[in-house]
């Protein structure tokens, strides 16, 4: 079924709220298996990539405690088709609240090559960096 | 005329040696014409997002000063075939020699989103970060 860029633009949104609503807000962590493809790979700043969902989801379960990050908006700045994926520029803020300590936000930027899985648009390339 | 992926990597191969054969070695930044794409986008740690083959010549040119960069080694780790482009995952040693120093290494790994352009593979996306 030939979806139009709108439709699969409107499910990437879909995908990226579900890191905000259920990841972090919910610390639900099996929502990864709708966010990322099973073989994908993560690029994060300072460390070196890490290849497919399961070392992924123990990754972001141990930096967003350890960073006591709250929440993130993901916003896509440039969505590009490319054969059966997307490559998706965004832009992400992460809010971070140390016990005891005001909330601060924190500018990133990412790609995100994007492809389709069981059905449901999901990240298979992630890398970021940060603005500052 | 179709190209074979190894024809590809081929020609991406020799795109990503002008970097360093052009660029650092000779500090030749019109060799960047053959390197990015006129509409392509970089997404360097610590800066926000810069737009355009001019924007991009700049940064680079400042770039390599400041950091006293002397050369730099690409090399794939993952091609996938994209549409009319190709998402590869890859990583880059960059040595930095600063006036009466030692050389030293640093590793850094990077996503770019390749487009064919005048008959030449060129960066179109390139997004990087360090490991350390």
């Known amino acids: 079924m030939t979806q139009t860029l709108e439709q699969i ?5 879909a995908t990226n709220d579900l890191f905000n609503s259920e990841v972090f807000a919910k610390g639900n962590y099996d929502a990864f298996d709708q966010i990322y493809t099973e073989n994908s790979n993560i690029l994060p700043p300072g460390a070196p990539m890490i290849s497919g969902r399961p070392a992924i989801k123990e990754f972001w379960a141990s930096a967003i405690a350890s960073l006591s990050a709250k929440s993130v908006v993901l916003s896509s700045v440039d969505v590009a088709l490319a054969g059966d994926g ?32 069981d059905g449901l648009w999901k990240w298979h390339t992630d890398i970021w960096n940060m603005n500052a």
């Not at 633009?9 to 949104?13: D, E, I, R, S, V």
Request: glycine share 6%; proline share 3%; hydrophobic share 50%.
């Open 86 to 117: 997307i490559v998706e520029i965004g832009k992400a803020v992460l809010t971070l609240q140390p016990e005891g300590q005001d909330a601060m936000d924190v500018e990133l930027k990412y790609v995100v090559h994007w492809r389709e899985e």
């Open 9 to 13: 633009k409107a499910a990437m949104a």
